[in-house]
């Protein structure tokens, strides 16, 4: 029942900038964090961006400064402005979210599908 739906992805030049969001729904009682992953051609998945409940933030040293994770709560919605972007940066970005649901309830690990960003040299 529960979805993560992302949007925004898209071709960018470098140094330019892309603001990707993602969307949870369903029988949702809480979120708690709400993540960013990335995942390059061949490579593996990693952390970009975290942010708890409580608005604490965290980044991987490779986006600090440039990345901003946000969050709406009322709107179940997590963003990711992404600014000075990097041909590194292209990936598929994956939101993840630590939701509270069912009943009785219990915490859960859901996924986005996933949105491409690619950022031309």
């Known amino acids: 029942q529960v979805q993560l739906v992302e949007s925004g992805g898209g071709l960018v030049q470098a140094g330019g900038s892309l603001r990707i969001s993602c969307a949870a729904s369903?029988?949702?009682?809480?979120?708690?964090?709400m993540d960013w992953y990335r995942q390059a051609q061949g490579e593996q998945r990693e952390l970009v961006a975290r942010?708890?409940?409580?608005?604490?933030?965290n980044y991987a040293d490779s986006v600090k400064g440039r990345f901003t994770v946000s969050r709406d709560n009322a709107k179940k919605t997590v963003y990711l402005q992404m600014n000075s972007l990097k041909p590194e940066d292209t990936a598929v970005y994956y939101c993840?979210?630590?939701?509270?649901?069912?009943?009785?309830?219990?915490?859960?690990?859901?996924w986005g599908q996933g949105t491409q960003v690619t950022v031309s040299s």
């Open positions: 993840n979210a630590r939701i509270l649901s069912g009943l009785p309830p219990q915490w859960y690990d859901y």
């Open positions: 369903g029988r949702i009682f809480t979120v708690n964090n």
């Open positions: 942010i708890t409940s409580g608005g604490t933030t």
